[in-house]
């Protein structure tokens, strides 16, 4: 097992860190405990959510990933869009993805969010729905670092993962800049 500062959980964590923080930055903008805040939080989350995932489905994510259908959350977030009675958004271009290590650093993102949702569902009211910021797959973290760390050993193949981490993070920041403009435009 590789030691905490050559595993590939933390070299991605390391080579992200400014995305993520970005994108962290731009979500906090909305206040997740007003029905038309949160709304627009779950918006801009589908328009980069929704095709991350196609892409990662149709590049053949479930042969690195098996237990793929458990993580998908697609549905969960448009279930909570019906429910608070907003169209389900067009998503955002998004790249195609090929190769493991790219597959992987897409996937990384996707569960990093799971995660930051658990702590995102303490802020919204609670008549609202929250099936995509649930814990809907307890193991998802943990098995997901085991994959990184068995199947990312290479550096080469690390650099590609944090490349591609990178972009998925991009295209999560340019839909959450879209909101927060959306969001001005609509307070003006």
């Known amino acids: ?19 993520h923080e970005r994108v962290d930055a731009a979500f906090s903008a909305v206040d ?5 805040g949160y709304g627009q939080f779950l918006l801009a989350q589908a328009a980069a959510f929704f095709p991350a995932e196609q892409v990662l489905e149709a590049a053949g994510i479930d042969q690195l990933l ?23 958004p067009e998503g955002l271009m998004v790249p195609v993805v090929t190769g493991g290590p790219a597959m992987l650093g897409w996937a990384y993102v996707l569960e990093g969010s799971r995660l930051g949702g658990k702590l995102l569902r303490r802020e919204v009211a609670a008549e609202l729905p929250v099936a995509f910021l649930s814990d809907n797959y307890p193991a998802a973290w943990s ?29 999560f920041e340019q839909s959450a800049q879209h909101m927060n403009v959306r969001r001005i ?3 003006a």
């Open 66 to 88: 098996p237990d793929w259908d458990h993580r998908r959350r697609s549905h969960l977030l448009a279930q909570d869009l019906i429910d608070l009675g907003l169209p389900v």
């Open 1 to 19: 097992m590789p030691d905490r500062h050559s595993s590939a959980r933390f070299r991605l964590r390391q080579g992200t860190a400014d995305c």
């Open 143 to 171: 098995t997901i670092v085991a994959v990184l760390d068995e199947q990312l050993t290479e550096g080469p193949a690390i650099d590609q993962a944090i490349e591609s981490a990178r972009s998925l993070f991009a295209l």
């Open 185 to 187: 435009a609509d307070v």
């Open 32 to 36: 997740l405990g007003s029905r038309a």
